[in-house]
């Protein structure tokens, strides 16, 4: 008795057609797992009240490039790692000279383009000195001397006329900038525990996806 056992069909065309099922499954579920993370992250960050544009600065990027492969690998990063690391693990904010951190109150305004404002941008712009109140046992303040309230929508404040100055009237002095030592910021957010869960969730979703493939070839 002679048994005769052969391959039915193209084995090389079998082979390939396993190989790209791979670089599929492969490739989506790392672009799925990549994109979740990224969303995650910006959620994160939005949910601190940390507004849409730092949230904004998470990327995601799947390599290679417009590509499947069964090496496909996912990058999750941000455009500001300073600020996001400093809320990711807490730290201690102190003045690079040793003096004082300047945070801008709401009199201060914002610098050209939406510039974060600093003492001496300010200075530059108005052209006026402003002068250092020190507080005991509470931040020390940089105010604006002779300054007048603007009418209308508008509103805020601004130098008042040689006039005004003159008589007297309606001169306020502003606190335009409050003076600390340093800033403590919290943990806000967990990027090593949301970039845990995303990549035990890969094994998973590229086994689902050649299940998917398996009901589609057996249907066909």
Request: hydrophobic share 40%; glycine share 10%.
């Amino acid at each position: 008795m002679k048994l005769i056992a052969a391959l039915a069909g193209n084995l090389d065309q079998m082979l390939a057609d396993e190989v790209r099922i791979a670089e599929q499954a492969v490739t989506h579920s790392i672009r799925e797992a990549t994109d979740g993370l990224k969303t995650e992250l910006r959620s994160q960050v939005t949910g601190a009240g940390l507004g849409q544009r730092l949230a904004n600065t998470w990327r995601a990027e799947v390599y290679p490039k417009g590509k499947l492969s069964i090496k496909a690998a996912g990058l999750v990063y941000s455009r500001a790692p300073v600020i996001v690391g400093a809320h990711d693990q807490g730290a201690t904010i102190r003045s690079k000279d040793g003096f004082w951190l300047a945070i801008p109150l709401p009199a201060a305004g914002k610098g050209p383009r939406g510039k974060r404002m600093t003492p001496g941008l300010w200075e530059k712009i108005r052209g006026q000195r402003l002068r250092f109140i020190y507080r005991r046992g509470k931040p020390s303040l940089l105010v604006a001397e002779n300054q007048r309230a603007r009418q209308g929508q508008r509103g805020g404040f601004s130098a008042a006329s040689q006039k005004a100055q003159t008589t007297g009237r309606g001169l306020v002095t502003v606190p335009m900038f409050l003076l600390v030592p340093q800033v403590t910021l919290k943990k806000k957010f967990d990027i090593d525990r949301s970039s845990r869960r995303w990549i035990s969730t890969l094994a998973q979703r590229i086994a689902n996806r050649f299940d998917e493939a398996d009901r589609k070839g057996a249907a066909s």
